[in-house]
């Protein structure tokens, strides 16, 4: 038999109040066993209705800023500004799309600039600076120097370079962090000069079409099954054509003059990024309503031929205008996006008519692509044990609230998950998390995913295809204990999902023999809280825990620990 532990966090010497402090008197301690339980998995399947297999999807909105955990840029927009109080800065915004530029005077007479701050940059991995400047006034001279936040002056590595002429000119500086951490940027310039910048940029070597490479794999680790944008509070109605072509034009979100309020992240960004991490894209279009705040959009018929435009923008071939317009803007192959939901402004369900009106139009465009009301999101869902934890911490400090909500709501989604399985429906699910929802800020991949991301992870590398009937685990509704077991792989394998939300630890012994198939190994894979440690972070510690052994006898037993959820991959 084979073991690993994986421990999220470590624990510090200052205690939690435990969590089972705070629910009924009598219901056990997270040492206490339940009475071992059999459960005997069925060939009858829970439901004929033929469905895709079952895997947990995002929603996201723009990906905007280069604070987002997926963008490769390491530059945080707040963290300009100047080394001296005789150092001026003031944004101008560009005429054209309202994005800012920056105009930096150095009013003293030693060489002083701007700096940046970067956010945490690895160890050993190449990065690279690039700025984008034109004189204004005085020498054009500029220097770079780069160093880790605190280290001392000949720790920096430094570049000088001079801008000629009344243009633009851009500076491409390579360095290697020679440690794990944040760094400073410095951009220094003569006395008396005055240059503008147009753009700061810092990106990691192995930076993936201008994404996080770490932050990607954690992703992929998640496997979503789709992702759906724009989804956004406050969005309104989208205008796709303000979301494609060059950046350089795109208009801004907002009037602002902030260089991370463009629309950057467009469709095309949207199709590449779903790429990336696996995942099939999804397009939610608004739908026009009176008062819509785009005068380019004049009623209902306007709003379904935008909505036909960029189904025509995403798949359409050969000599079509927007075709040809999605060639001109760098891409020449389809996007082939198959999936479209309509949504409201709001982010409701639109009035039938209207979804009849679009969906007529979009077909018109491409026949193949199905278009629909949108979803709702998988809405958390609570079994009795952990609805009575809630509602005692609704009385505890914040803190508490906080140490344990993460692990919890995470449970809620998979309890959610699993009650759509034991009813027999599968297919896609939209989950309420957007990506850089369980993902930690961390520097390192293998610790990137959160409570939520490790939970969709179980539920998504071995989707469900086909629920089975089982015997044998509680059937009243809301209990603490749940056992759904389903092919995957085509059939070719079992997957058994346990939910143990409670404080005991329940041994289960799985009975496949009604299977008829010759099993020969399993692996376990489960995520428990130490919901009795000592606190070392905000949030409760979760262990993942890996096990294996064989299946010849047709018996597998596994160990559901308290507050735990666990998968197990059963194969011939």
Partial sequence: MMMAVFNRRRSAARAAVPLLLLVAAGSGTAQTRGEPLTVRVLPQVVSAKPHAPFRLGFQTGLLEGSGNPFRAECFAEESLGPDSARVTVKTVPDPDTGRG?????????RPLGVSLTTRPLRRGVGHTVRVSVSRVDGKGTLRLAVAPVGAPPDEAAAERFSVKGAGAAEKAFAFVPQRDGAYRCAFELEPGSALEFRSFSLLPDDAEAGWDHPSLEALRAAAPGSLRWPVVEGLGFYNWYDGVGPHAVRRAVAPTGRTEEGHGFGTAEFVRFCRLIGAEPVIRVTVFQPGVADARVADLAAGARLAADWVAYCNAQGGHPLALLRARHGAAAPFDVKRWELVTPAGGVPEESACRAYAVAMAAEDASVAVGAAPAALAFARDRYVAQVMRRLSAATAAEREYYSAW???LGTAYAGLERLGRG??????????????????????????????LMALFNRFPAHVPLVTEGPPEEPGAPFRVQAAWTEGDAALVVFVYNSGPESRTVRLDLSKLRRRFAFWVSDQLAADIASRRASQTVPVNRTQTAGAAVTQWVECEAAPSSFTRLLVKE
């Fill in 101 to 109: 530029r920056q105009v930096v005077v150095n009013n003293d007479v």
């Fill in 425 to 454: 429906e599968g297919d896609d699910v939209c989950t309420a998390y957007y990506p850089e929802q369980v993902l930690y800020r961390v520097t390192y991949a293998k610790h990137m995913l959160a409570e939520a991301g490790l």
């Fill in 408 to 410: 919890y709501d995470a």
